[in-house]
């Protein structure tokens, strides 16, 4: 019995005081078995001895009246004083074992019973314990699997990286320096560091061979062509070699029937033997026909897949830089078409608030449609594009032009850092993106949720609420 050792200490305690004399009184008899039953036995056996030994000399005769006394005799003895007092013997001696072994199997189920609920006590606290111990264990080596399969995901890495491009191999090798092996890999935190170095070095070796491979690709498209034409002129030349390897067949099959006629005449045994030379020629020259086409299949295949390479590479090629051109192009046509728009539609607005402020200031707005007017220094400049330099318009439009240069000039050489909010703080009042486009001012860029604006564009946003000011005062002043 293996028990825990606290559980050896306390039944040690217990065995000390069973190991001290008994009272007299409380010993218990203990029998040899075997002693006991030949003790028992030993009367009968002893008389059995005797009887035999008288019987081995007698000669049963039951045929005369001494003879059948004498038969009667020793049966009654060997009977009566052997077998019948041998059984009576046994059962007077078993009564009491008997009587004894169910008296011990009563006291030990009584024991049992009472020795249960204190043995399962303690029995269920080791088993818990054993339990819980399993249980840590499992989860050790469940965290232990997990960790192993890190790791073996991070050396298989190279693996998946192989035929991939150098790009997807140098975010593969990224994402794996970002990957730092911390202390929940335990006791294999230097395994795991350790395949992650490997893992590094194996995925640089990979980067730097697939930019060699892909800067090699380039090269052999170049040089496929030439391939092409020199595998042409080794189909030619297997071609010819082929057809001389057909003439000389026919020739060897011709002399083979030719001397095998002959022998045929001649001799069977040499017919048979000729017969096999020229079949043995024939399948060597098979096999070799066999050879060359499948040689010529192959490269007329592998000069197609080149034919094809080549002309898918070219057809992507063109029409990307034909997608490129248009977008420049309609990119071009449509950032001149708006920016020629939002300043004809500026210098027309400047135009009509100049002339709206002028006929309010001078209590003229119910003659407001009726009145001829000049043309404004916006309109004289739009009408000017055959002057490019404005030498040939009015003093105000030329001013005009000369700001709307300079203005043109600033936004395309200086980026966008005006915002929203900042033009709000200057003129005193919340202005939004929405209302800012109302006037022609679109955001030249934006930040993240903020829009930007050229600083040189300020002055002509100030004209521009001007005009919408001057312009809403008039409508509802009519």
Same mark, same amino acid.
């Given at each position: 019995?293996?028990?825990?050792?606290?559980?050896?200490?306390?039944?040690?305690?217990?065995?000390?005081?069973?190991?001290?004399?008994a009272?007299?009184a409380?010993?218990?008899?203990?029998?040899?078995?075997?002693?006991?039953?030949?003790?028992?036995?030993?009367?009968?056996?002893?008389?059995?001895?005797?009887?035999?030994a008288?019987?081995?000399?007698?000669?049963?005769?039951?045929?005369?009246?001494?003879?059948?006394?004498?038969?009667?005799?020793?049966?009654?003895?060997?009977?009566?004083?052997?077998?019948?007092?041998?059984?009576?013997?046994?059962?007077?001696?078993?009564?009491?074992?008997l009587?004894?072994?169910k008296?011990?199997?009563?006291?030990?189920?009584?024991?049992?019973?009472?020795v249960?609920?204190?043995?399962?006590?303690?029995?269920?606290?080791?088993?818990?314990?054993?339990?819980?111990?399993?249980?840590?264990?499992?989860?050790?080596?469940a965290?232990?699997?997990?960790i192993?399969?890190?790791?073996?995901?991070?050396r298989?890495?190279?693996?998946?990286?192989v035929?991939?491009?150098?790009?997807?191999?140098?975010?593969?090798?990224?994402?794996?320096e970002?990957?730092?092996p911390?202390?929940?890999?335990?006791?294999?935190?230097?395994?795991a560091?350790v395949?992650?170095?490997?893992?590094?070095?194996?995925?640089?070796?990979?980067?730097?061979a697939?930019?060699?491979?892909?800067?090699e690709?380039?090269?052999?498209?170049?040089?496929?062509?030439?391939l092409?034409?020199?595998?042409?002129?080794?189909?030619e030349?297997k071609?010819?070699?082929? !057809?001389e $390897?057909d003439? &000389?067949? =026919?020739?060897? /099959? *011709? #002399?083979?029937? +030719?001397?095998a %006629?002959?022998?045929?005449? @001649?001799?069977?045994?040499?017919?048979?033997?000729?017969?096999?030379?020229?079949?043995?020629?024939?399948?060597?020259?098979?096999?070799?026909?066999?050879?060359?086409?499948?040689?010529?299949?192959?490269?007329?295949?592998?000069?197609?897949?080149?034919?094809?390479?080549?002309?898918?590479?070219?057809a992507k090629?063109?029409? !990307?830089? $034909?997608?490129? &051109?248009? =977008?420049a192009? /309609? *990119? #071009?046509r449509? +950032?001149?078409? %708006?920016?020629?728009?939002? @300043?004809?539609?500026?210098?027309?607005?400047?135009?009509?608030a100049?002339?709206?402020?002028?006929?309010?200031?001078?209590?003229?707005?119910?003659?407001?449609?009726?009145?001829?007017?000049?043309?404004?220094p916006?309109?004289?400049?739009?009408?000017?594009?055959?002057?490019?330099?404005?030498?040939?318009?009015?003093?105000?439009?030329?001013?005009?032009?000369?700001?709307?240069?300079?203005?043109n000039?600033?936004r395309?050489?200086?980026?966008?850092?005006?915002?929203?909010?900042?033009?709000?703080?200057?003129?005193g009042?919340?202005v939004?993106?929405?209302?800012?486009?109302?006037?022609?001012?679109?955001p030249?860029?934006?930040?993240?949720?903020?829009?930007?604006y050229?600083?040189?564009?300020?002055?002509?946003?100030?004209?521009?609420i001007?005009?919408?000011?001057?312009?809403?005062?008039i409508?509802?002043?009519?």
């Open positions: 019995m293996n028990n825990h050792p606290a559980e050896n200490e306390a039944v040690g305690a217990v065995a000390i005081q069973a190991d001290a004399p009272p007299a409380s010993q218990l008899i203990t029998l040899d078995p075997a002693k006991y039953v030949a003790e028992v036995f030993k009367p009968f056996i002893d008389k059995l001895a005797i009887l035999k008288e019987a081995d000399a007698i000669t049963p005769d039951a045929s005369t009246t001494a003879g059948m006394d004498i038969c009667i005799k020793y049966r009654a003895a060997f009977r009566d004083d052997v077998r019948i007092a041998g059984e009576k013997a046994r059962v007077e001696r078993k009564a009491p074992i009587i004894i072994g008296l011990l199997d009563t006291k030990y189920a009584e024991l049992k019973v009472e249960a609920p204190y043995e399962a006590k303690f029995d269920g606290a080791i088993e818990a314990e054993k339990k819980r111990k399993e249980e840590l264990k499992a989860a050790e080596a965290r232990a699997e997990q192993r399969l890190r790791i073996a995901a991070i298989e890495l190279p693996l998946q990286a035929g991939q491009s150098a790009e997807v191999i140098a975010k593969m090798s990224a994402a794996l970002v990957d730092e911390d202390e929940a890999f335990g006791a294999m935190l230097d395994a560091k395949a992650r170095a490997e893992v590094l070095i194996k995925l640089a070796a990979l980067h730097v697939a930019t060699e491979t892909e800067a690709a380039a090269r052999i498209a170049a040089e496929r062509a030439e092409a034409q020199l595998r042409e002129a080794a189909a030349a071609r010819i070699a082929q !057809e $390897a003439r &000389v067949t =026919a020739e060897r /099959q *011709a #002399e083979d029937q +030719r001397r %006629a002959l022998v045929a005449e @001649q001799e069977a045994a040499a017919l048979r033997q000729r017969e096999a030379q020229a079949a043995e020629l024939k399948k060597q020259a098979d096999a070799q026909a066999e050879r060359n086409r499948l040689e010529q299949a192959e490269i007329a295949r592998q000069r197609q897949e080149l034919l094809d390479m080549q002309a898918d590479a070219k090629a063109d029409a !990307e830089a $034909a997608r490129l &051109v248009e =977008a192009a /309609q *990119a #071009e449509d +950032r001149v078409a %708006a920016d020629t728009k939002r @300043q004809l539609d500026q210098q027309a607005a400047d135009t009509a100049a002339r709206a402020a002028a006929l309010v200031e001078q209590g003229r707005l119910a003659d407001l449609a009726d009145q001829p007017t000049s043309m404004a916006a309109d004289e400049l739009a009408d000017a594009k055959a002057s490019p330099d404005g030498s040939d318009l009015s003093p105000a439009a030329q001013d005009l032009f000369e700001q709307e240069g300079a203005a000039f600033e395309a050489h200086t980026p966008p850092t005006l915002r929203l909010g900042q033009i709000s703080d200057r003129l009042f919340t939004t993106a929405s209302f800012m486009e109302s006037l022609g001012f679109a030249a860029a934006t930040d993240k949720a903020a829009k930007l050229h600083e040189a564009d300020f002055k002509s946003m100030c004209a521009a001007c005009r919408h000011i001057s312009a809403v005062q409508k509802h002043a009519i």
